[in-house]
């Protein structure tokens, strides 16, 4: 088990609303990283969070906004749903240092209809 | 631009027979690579990198900076390896991992 734990793990909102989907990262890390993984594609790098603060963004646009806490949680929002925007999220913690060294949550499953 | 692709969305082979799953890069610098896999309804888990050097479940890979391919391979195929792999580059000026496509390896009895 390796600790990284994502909220809740399905949803359905409707198209132009606003969603905040939630990551626990494992004891001991200090960054998580976003992705977002549509069907039959591979993870997309949405943004990464280091101590609180974005340390790294991917092509997403500004509606899509993030969040750290001290004790390294982490918040995913997105504002104005998009239907393109139904996809698998992945929350990716790892330790300092490690970068590289990255262990995935189980995702949460987001339809915008 | 950095870059990862996996050619085959699907292999499909026979239990014993060897197994390739193919992955080129591309990116400008010293990369970084990753092999990750996800088995059915189970997280996206690493399974190796190529700086440790490592065979686990006996699967190895070689960087080939010449070729800028990181290919995944097995000589004997096992019905348990079925499962997605994803090829992944790090990129150590923003931090993120570029995936590929992913590639399904189906192990037929």
């Known amino acids: 088990e390796t600790g990284v734990t994502q909220s809740p793990t399905h949803l359905i909102k409707t198209r132009g609303q606003q969603v905040t989907l939630r990551c626990s990262s494992q004891s001991g890390h200090n960054t998580v990283s976003w992705y977002q993984q549509a069907l039959g594609q591979g993870p997309q790098f949405i943004f990464q969070y280091y101590r609180e603060e974005e340390n790294g963004r991917g092509n997403f646009p500004p509606r899509f906004s993030g969040l750290q806490f001290p004790n390294y949680s982490s918040e995913l929002n997105v504002n104005a749903l998009e239907l393109d925007d139904s996809a698998l999220y992945l929350c990716?913690?790892?330790?300092?240092?490690?970068?590289?060294?990255?262990?995935f949550g189980q995702g949460t499953r987001l339809t915008v209809v | 631009a950095q870059r990862v692709t996996q050619p085959e969305k699907l292999l499909s082979v026979f239990k014993g027979a060897p197994v390739e799953l193919k992955c080129n890069y591309s990116?400008?610098?010293?990369?970084?690579l990753f092999w990750y896999v996800q088995y059915s309804r189970q997280r996206l888990q690493l399974l190796l990198r190529?700086?440790s050097r490592e065979s686990i479940k006996g699967f190895t890979a070689d960087l080939n900076k010449g070729e800028t391919s990181f290919h995944l391979k097995k000589p004997f195929a096992q019905e348990e390896d079925s499962a997605m792999y994803y090829c992944?580059?790090?990129?150590?000026?923003?931090?993120?991992?570029?995936f590929g496509q992913g590639t399904t390896l189906q192990v037929k009895p």
């Open positions: 190529h700086i």
């Open positions: 990716a913690s790892s330790a300092a240092g490690k970068n590289t060294e990255a262990f």
């Open positions: 992944a580059l790090y990129s150590s000026n923003t931090g993120k991992l570029i």
């Open positions: 990116y400008s610098g010293s990369p970084e």
